[in-house]
């Protein structure tokens, strides 16, 4: 029954390695691949999907069946310098061959003993401090991480607002196409001029008569004319300007 028991743990344990590798190769693909077009929405997604494998393996070792690990013993039964094609293709073509020399590496069951020394001394050194000092000092920790989070929230907010300052229009478009095109073209302007402006006058305004009659007394009198003949024009003309309100 422990036998049973101890093969399903293992089972379900290299479903978990398996698929949290598989989840690995792909974020590290998309990093040296698709680093231009990478967003941080997809590496939070990553990183999210890890966190989640991580802690169904975790689930998996701490669950009451399953039985203590650490008491079971690996024991190399056949070393050999030669190639071995089953274990490069358990492996994936990284371990391809079983000696001496790997084996104390892929069976190790403990840390390196550089590594275990660091752990023992962190564990020392938290045995010394209190309560007391302990809650201190997280709650210093708590408040510089707030401090910390506060700025970079207003960093942000000051970013995206200025963003939006710099991208905001301060003029129609539609406007100012209509104001070249009236400028370089004449597009929608008016051809009728207001009265007294100098154009074109209706006949039933006053003074009409005597523009009229000045302007045929100019066409008629050519420029090699007499002084006398020019009078009639020169009186026409004032006619005409007296004619006009307000020129």
Known sequence: REEKQLELTLEALISQVADLKNSLVSFIYKLENEYDRLTWPSVLDSFALLSGQLNTLNKVLKHEKTPLLRNQVIIPLVLSPDRDEEIMRQTEGRVPVFSHEVVPDHLRTKPDPEVEEQEK?????????SPDVAQKQIQSLNKMCSNLLEKITKEERESD?????????????????????????????????????????????????AIIAGASGMQQVPMSGAPAQQQPMLAGVQMAQAGQPGK
């Not at 009236?182 to 009728?192: C, D, E």
């Open 121 to 129: 001394q962190l564990i020392t050194d938290a045995a010394r401090i």
């Open 161 to 209: 607002s200025g963003g939006l300052r710099q991208n905001k229009q301060t003029f129609n478009p539609a406007d100012t196409n209509a104001l070249v095109a009236a400028v370089a073209f004449g597009k929608g302007l008016s051809n009728r001029r207001p009265p007294g402006s100098g154009g074109s006058v209706q006949t039933g305004q006053p003074g009409a008569a």
